[in-house]
């Protein structure tokens, strides 16, 4: 069991910058693979980055490779993201999740979702 809790939302301006993190509870933090997931109005929901369980390996969406950095700290049972240069269609509630078994990449391999937090990128 586990249980996601996102902070750091936010309204930047294009080109701005917000940090994202997410603290999990429970023992077994590094057992799950880390994603984080997006879902703009009137859009489904899509894959933005995912992280390994001993923060090794790192996957990125195409749309915010180079902009996006995704970490985590299984000390303190948290996973961030960075967002650089932002841009209005990063405009999404964003999710983190975790994923017992696979890489975190797909949303139909995630077992446990946050909230969700709103980021909103004015032009």
């Known amino acids: 069991q586990a249980q996601l809790v996102e902070s750091g939302r936010g309204l930047v301006q294009a080109g701005g910058s917000l940090r994202l993190s997410c603290a999990a509870s429970g023992r077994s933090f590094s057992r799950f693979a880390m994603g984080w997931f997006r879902q703009a109005p009137g859009k489904e929901r899509e894959f933005v980055a995912a992280?390994?369980?001993?923060?090794?390996?790192?996957y990125y969406a195409d749309s915010v490779k180079g902009r996006f950095t995704i970490s985590r700290d299984n000390a303190k049972n948290t996973v961030s993201l960075q967002m650089n240069s932002l841009k209005p269609e990063d405009t999404a509630v964003y999710f983190c999740?975790?994923?017992?078994?696979?890489?975190?990449?797909?949303?139909?391999?995630?077992?446990?979702w946050g909230q969700g937090t709103q980021v909103t990128v004015s032009s």
């Open positions: 992280i390994s369980r001993l923060g090794l390996r790192t």
């Open positions: 999740a975790a994923d017992v078994q696979g890489s975190a990449l797909t949303d139909s391999d995630i077992d446990y």
